[in-house]
């Protein structure tokens, strides 16, 4: 990933989406917000007990930065499934003012419409984006291990496919900061469900370590269903970066025990005009 830094804020962005100048794709971290403990400070999530004034301060100084309308941040309700919403500039501005008005049973969107920021809002989950610069179609989509074990990454490419008449093979697909293999402990009855879903394969990213204690990699899991979904592994950019092990840059809700906020994964389309970084 490549790191910016604009009125002290620091950004990162994907260096595969960055060549492509119609595309604004950016992951936040957690400094120079407004939020007080434990959400400090760049907390952009309405959902998780911070003060929703400060929350929208927040978003408005994301939004100045990369260069969009506070009130356009589109989100999606984020219920751990693996439902693919379609959307289009009607849905602009969903769940960018108040949390109930996200877009419902949802957690990846996709569009081909201009300048409608389509956000996840993550602590430990992947946010996972999407590109195809031969359909101009973008999409976003929030994985956990819930999402992961659905195939929230294959379904979304899959819609892709279905909606905008995508080449999965021309699909570009990035992988933001979320935690690592390092660190994302799960117990028997998660790692039973991967197997049963995904059969020998689960055991390339479910390990055993420290006498029977089990840890997902949610990385590698994600990028088996991209290549199985027809995506070339050299589209596919993986941050590798660990949020447990960075809470001083990122949101970590195992490593903060469930009490923090949560940075974002942003992807945009726009067809005039120049992105601010």
């Not at 301060?57 to 506070?70: C, D, K, T, W, Y």
């Not at 289009?88 to 108040?98: E, L, S």
């Not at 999965?168 to 799960?186: D, K, L, Q, T, W």
Request: proline share 4%; glycine share 10%; charged share 20%.
């Amino acid at each position: 990933m490549v790191e910016h830094e604009v009125f002290g804020i620091r950004f990162l962005t994907y260096e595969m989406f960055d060549r492509h100048l119609n595309v604004t794709n950016v992951v936040t971290t957690r400094h120079r917000g407004r939020s007080e403990a434990p959400f400090g400070s760049l907390n952009l999530a309405l959902h998780v007990g911070d003060d929703p004034d400060t929350v929208l301060e927040n978003r408005a100084i994301v939004s100045q930065l990369i260069g969009f309308e506070p009130e356009t941040f589109t989100v999606a309700e984020q219920v751990h499934s693996s439902h693919v919403a379609v959307v289009g500039t009607g849905d602009r501005g969903k769940g960018a003012i108040i949390e109930t008005d996200a877009i419902p049973l949802a957690d990846a969107m996709i569009t081909r419409a201009p300048d409608v920021p389509l956000t996840v809002l993550i602590a430990d989950c992947v946010a996972l984006s999407f590109f195809d610069p031969e359909r101009n179609a973008i999409g976003i989509a929030h994985a956990g291990w819930a999402g992961t074990l659905h195939r929230i990454a294959e379904k979304t490419v899959g819609k892709m496919a279905a909606e905008f008449d995508t080449d999965p093979s021309n699909v570009e697909v990035a992988m933001s900061p979320s935690i690592g293999p390092c660190h994302y402990e799960v117990g028997e009855d998660v790692a039973h469900a991967f197997e049963v879903e995904f059969g020998d394969d689960a055991g390339n990213f479910i390990k055993e370590y420290n006498e029977g204690n089990l840890r997902l990699d949610l990385w590698h899991a994600n990028k088996s269903q991209l290549i199985r979904a027809g995506v070339h592994e050299k589209n596919i950019e993986v941050a590798g970066l660990c949020t447990a092990c960075q809470t001083d840059v990122f949101y970590s809700h195992r490593a903060e025990k469930g009490g923090t906020g949560r940075f974002a994964g942003i992807m945009m389309l726009h067809f005039s005009g120049s992105r601010h970084y």
